[in-house]
């Protein structure tokens, strides 16, 4: 075992493995990705904030994740090309430690955001007669700061309990910094953070999706006693939602493989990749989703972009 301990002071080592020109290749490969989260996310954003007409429940928790996906790439894409293009390697503890922070805020919220949005499609699905009392823009903006105020509280005494481990290394197993990482470069007992650590998964793997499944088990039992009409109409509504939490899944599957498996059993590329995909997947695909999917968000981003928009709408 090593006996040296590292101070909070230190430089971490990331992960970037061998890396010779090919950096170049993946740092280029991740400045189109940011281009193109920032690109897709602040379109939806702008169409959602211009628009009266779409200033409604859903498509403002739709801005809130995409509001969200922007915060978690921030946290990740820039100190990434940084460290690709300039072969850095080093990352101080204090950068890794705000990172972990980020990192986990993100998917954190993500997932509360998911729940509240399954909450909107329950009520509107199943009393809509009820929906524009119940989902009140006060309600949107109480779900919304719950959302986050209840993430950044689990996060916050995450780290808290990581902070006060010392380090008896210093070498990160990914290109970038998450709880777990740092909690393994600790030579003493991690007891309480695991138990923690059980804790927040309990809350946003299993609480969470048992929410959003009671939602969509009414909906399905209200669509049973409705006409095809009815029904079809609920689909298309929920469809967008059902993709989202799907995509938001398997991202989440393979980040939990690396923890269940000893990342230095893949290969490098297999694991920088499943390393990052949670941050890059839901950000560029979510947007898009709502995008293509939803005609109101699309006619709109067509129009701002001056696409034709305007006649598609005249002729809708």
Known sequence: MQNFTYSHSSVLFLSFGELTVTRYVYGALAILAYAFIILFNCSVISVVALHKSLQEPMFL???????????GSASFFPSLIVDLIFKIRTISYIGCVTQVYCVHTYLGCEMTVLTA???DRFVCICNPLRYNSIMTMAKVAKLSFSA????????????????RLPLCNNVVLKVYCDNWSVVRLSCV??????????????????????????SYIQILKACSKASKEFRSRALQTCTPHLITITNY?????FELLMYRFVP???????????SIQLLVGPPILN????????????IKILYLFHLGGNKIENSG
């Open 148 to 163: 986050y105020l209840y993430t950044v509280i689990l996060v916050g005494i995450h780290i808290v309990l990581t902070v």
């Open 189 to 214: 007992d991690t007891t309480v953070n695991n138990g923690y650590g059980l804790f927040i998964a309990s809350t946003f793997i299993a609480l969470m999706p048992f929410l959003i499944i009671c």
């Open 61 to 71: 928790f739709i801005a809130v994740l995409c509001v969200n996906g922007l915060y």
């Open 287 to 298: 947007p898009l989703i709502y995008g293509l999917k939803l005609r109101e968000i699309r």
């Open 117 to 119: 949005m399954a909450y």
């Open 264 to 274: 230095t059993e893949f290969s490098y590329e297999l694991r920088m990749i499943m």
């Open 249 to 253: 899944a398997c991202n989440l599957l």
